[in-house]
């Protein structure tokens, strides 16, 4: 099991970037993929981005592709989600994940509390 901890969520106007941070504690063995994931309030998580620590291109959701990057810094165990050009249908709470699963499709088996990203019209 491993620990994850979001920061960096705020408010943003639309068109704006931001850019949110996740730290992994725990033996980062335990982790071969990690996700970012959203959600609104009284629905289901939707993914958004998962990268492997071994490297790779990141998979991304169409409703983010091209506006957000993420990307990893091994040395820290912490991963980051830029998110440029922001609409007002990006507010939502990011979580971070974790996955023992080497696949981008696997399922994460560790979340963080999530961070409250709003973008204002």
């Known amino acids: 099991q491993v620990h994850l901890v979001e920061t960096g969520g705020g408010l943003v106007q639309a068109g704006g970037s931001l850019s949110i941070s996740c730290a992994l504690s725990?033996?980062?063995?335990?982790?071969?993929?990690m996700g970012w994931f959203r959600q609104h309030p009284g629905q289901e998580r939707e993914f958004v981005a998962a990268?492997?620590?071994?490297?790779?291109?990141?998979r991304y959701a169409d409703s983010v592709k091209g506006r957000f990057t993420m990307s990893r810094d091994n040395a820290k165990n912490t991963v980051y989600l830029r998110m440029n050009s922001l609409k007002p249908e990006d507010t939502a709470i990011y979580y971070c994940?974790?996955?023992?699963?080497?696949?981008?499709?696997?399922?994460?088996?560790?979340w963080g509390q999530g961070t409250q990203v709003t973008v204002s019209s």
């Open positions: 725990g033996d980062p063995l335990n982790s071969a993929v």
């Open positions: 990268i492997r620590w071994s490297g790779g291109t990141p």
């Open positions: 994940a974790s996955s023992k699963l080497g696949s981008l499709f696997g399922t994460f088996d560790s």
